[in-house]
């Protein structure tokens, strides 16, 4: 069962607040200071990036979200010159700064988001089928409206556990020929309609199915493991890594990115064809998770986890997708089209 399905605002959830999560606990992993460079990955309402600059650290913040980026626009102006704001993808981070002492990342949808029902990302409140954090490529309604069932059952499978994926994804191929689906409460009433729902489901039907679209059509799994990647890259030795996640895909695939970059292979007199590999960041404690009080104060934070590492003198590896164990999805591209949502 995947982690925070119950409460998770990042699906649906009542009224989100701009709380950054389990804060103290990420100020005390990246441990900035006056003099230092960290890069927030994911800026959002810029929770983490107020408290790193509080500590004197320098910030470049990162987000491929327009609307938080202007909105970050008076905090880089009043930073005095420590803060930098760039509009990009996180999964970029290492050609928006040559090297840091610190990167957060705090994966997926922010509260901002999930507030704005005409971004499309929460049938809280009706809205256009779009879920596009970048506000640019192939959207929701693109996926519903031209993926094959195969397809969709695929992505609602795996990205959503969503033990229904196929039934919903043959009422969604047959249901959009007559009438293609391009608002968020069309498509999660058809998928309560379809499969129904009883009195001791906790969470709405169309949950999971949501949740697969957003995650599918911002690729956010792939671009959180390029980020990975990336953060080795721009490190210092000494340099501290920190990200949160919210789904156990998400923390499945840091996991497995600090574990195999913990791992050191060095050969010896006895096995002189071992190949020599370095390990490129050592472990900072295991998966935090926050505790009641801030659980009461920000039920976005219930399904949180924090995982912490710290960068050595090693050189970076070159990226290798296989460690993630990810397995192969359709493309992101419309039938015919050459670019993600190109008409």
């Known amino acids: ?39 927030d990955g994911t800026f959002g309402a810029g929770g983490y990036t107020r408290a790193i600059l509080a500590s004197g650290a320098a910030v470049v913040a990162i987000d491929r979200d ?10 880089e102006a009043q930073s005095e010159g420590k803060l930098r704001v760039v509009q990009a993808p996180f999964s970029t981070l290492d050609e928006q700064v040559e090297s840091a002492d610190g990167v957060v990342l705090d994966i997926g949808v922010s509260s901002m988001q999930i507030d704005q029902a005409e971004r499309g990302f929460s049938f809280r409140a009706d809205g256009p089928l779009d879920m596009r954090m970048a506000q640019a490529g192939l959207s929701a309604a693109d996926v519903v409206n031209s993926f094959k069932a195969g397809d969709l059952a695929r992505i609602f499978g795996f990205l959503g556990e969503e033990r229904h994926a196929g039934r919903i994804a043959r009422m969604i191929e047959s249901r959009r020929e007559k009438n293609p689906f391009e608002r ?58 920190a990200v949160v996640t919210f789904h ?3 923390d499945r695939i840091v996991k497995r990115f600090i574990a195999d970059r913990a791992d050191q292979v060095t050969g010896s007199r ?45 050189p970076a590896r070159a990226g290798d997708f296989a460690i993630f164990g990810l397995p192969k999805l359709p493309s992101p591209k419309l039938p015919g089209a050459n670019r993600p949502g190109e008409r």
């Open 270 to 314: 006895h096995m002189p064809e071992a190949q020599t590999r370095l390990a490129t960041f050592r472990k900072a404690g295991g998966g935090v998770t926050p505790d009641d009080a801030e659980i009461s104060a920000n039920p976005r934070a219930r399904s949180a986890r924090l995982r912490a590492a710290i960068r050595t003198e090693a």
């Open 1 to 39: 069962m995947m982690a925070g399905h119950g409460d998770d605002l990042h699906a649906v959830g009542g009224p989100a607040r701009h709380i950054p999560v389990l804060l103290a606990e990420v100020l005390k992993a990246l441990s900035p200071k006056a003099g230092e460079v960290i890069v």
């Open 184 to 241: 968020t409460l069309d498509l999660a009433d058809a998928i309560e309609t379809h499969i129904g729902r009883a009195p001791k489901d906790k969470i709405h039907p169309a949950t999971r199915v949501f949740q697969a679209l957003r995650i599918f059509v911002n690729d956010e799994l792939g671009e959180l493991a390029k980020a990975l990647f990336a953060a080795e890259r721009v490190l210092k030795p000494g340099g501290r890594l």
């Open 248 to 250: 156990s895909l998400e």
């Open 66 to 75: 327009p609307d938080a980026i202007a909105a970050g626009r008076d905090l």
